[in-house]
């Protein structure tokens, strides 16, 4: 009997993850192969890992912007938390798409409010800075530093640091 709970494109992910962890040589080519098996049967998850694969594996795989995020902008259509970080930077910088800062701000925000904290860490980063039509608000990057901190966020003690430097001296403002 065949198992009715089973995803579409799961048994080519699950390939696709064991490349990641082999050390074969050239694992992540393989690895990107299962992915994109996966993810033309609408498995999200593979969706995301082929597109930071065309992101981040270099040297084995070529760099590949456009196909990166069309795979990414597929995950986060289908609801993944991580691909729409991903997806809103790419509106706020305007890469591949078109660049929607009040857009990519909305989208992180949703996100925060569902529970992602990594969209704390960028909201504080972006706050903190300013980013286009995007103004410094330190408030409101505090308070989503904060948040990234509690949660242990790779990176908010620094950002923090940073955030104090700039509260404590309005010279050291870029």
Known sequence: MENIFKMDGEDEYRKGLEQLISNEQYNLRKALCYFCEAAEKQHVEAMFQAGCLYLFGEPQIARNVLKATEYIKM?????????????????????????????????LEENFNSG???????????????????????????????????????????????????????????
């Open 116 to 174: 992602d904290t990594l969209a704390s860490y960028i909201l504080s980063d972006i706050y903190q800075n300013g980013c286009g039509t995007i103004n410094q608000d330190e408030k409101k990057s505090e308070m989503y530093n904060f948040i990234a901190r509690q949660n242990n966020i790779p990176g908010a003690e620094e950002q923090f640091r940073s955030i104090l430097l700039h509260n404590i001296n309005p010279i050291l403002k870029k």
């Open 75 to 107: 995950s986060a259509d289908a609801g993944i938390s991580i691909a729409k970080d991903y997806m809103a930077i790419c509106y706020l910088l305007g890469i591949v798409v078109e660049k929607k800062e009040e857009f990519a701000i909305q989208l």
